[in-house]
């Protein structure tokens, strides 16, 4: 996996993608992280099913990716990969402004432990 730089305003991304989503709730933003997956066992694997995201913030709370269907390059649109396939997908999260800062991405494969990496803004 390779995870990439999060846009931590994507408010305008996903509101110019689907208009049938709501802004962020007060005190929350948007976020979306880019990430890469390489399916490296037999038969095959579901990108959005066996790979787990979550924000954690620096006094240790965490918030899972969302659901939302219709924004640019969704993790949720990659269909199976099989071994050697690779695929570049988005995981959304709403989190609260405040969180932001210090947090770290939790990101695991087929229920492994989280590997942690620091949340940095576009670069």
């Not at 006094?59 to 099989?82: C, K, N």
């Amino acid at each position: 996996m390779k995870v990439g730089y999060a846009d931590f305003d994507a408010w305008p991304e996903i509101s110019a993608a689907n208009r049938f989503y709501d802004p962020p709730a007060a005190g929350q933003v948007y976020v979306l992280l880019p990430v890469t997956v390489t399916y490296k066992g037999q038969g095959s694997g579901t990108p959005w099913l066996d790979v787990d995201v979550a924000f954690v913030s620096a006094d240790g709370r965490s918030y899972d990716a969302e659901i939302m269907s219709g924004i640019p390059g969704a993790m949720t649109d990659v269909d199976d990969l099989y071994t050697g396939g690779s695929a570049l997908g988005t995981f959304p999260f709403e989190i609260p402004a405040d969180a932001l800062e210090g947090g770290t991405w939790a990101v695991s494969a087929d229920w492994s432990d989280p590997m942690f990496i620091a949340a940095l803004p576009t670069g």
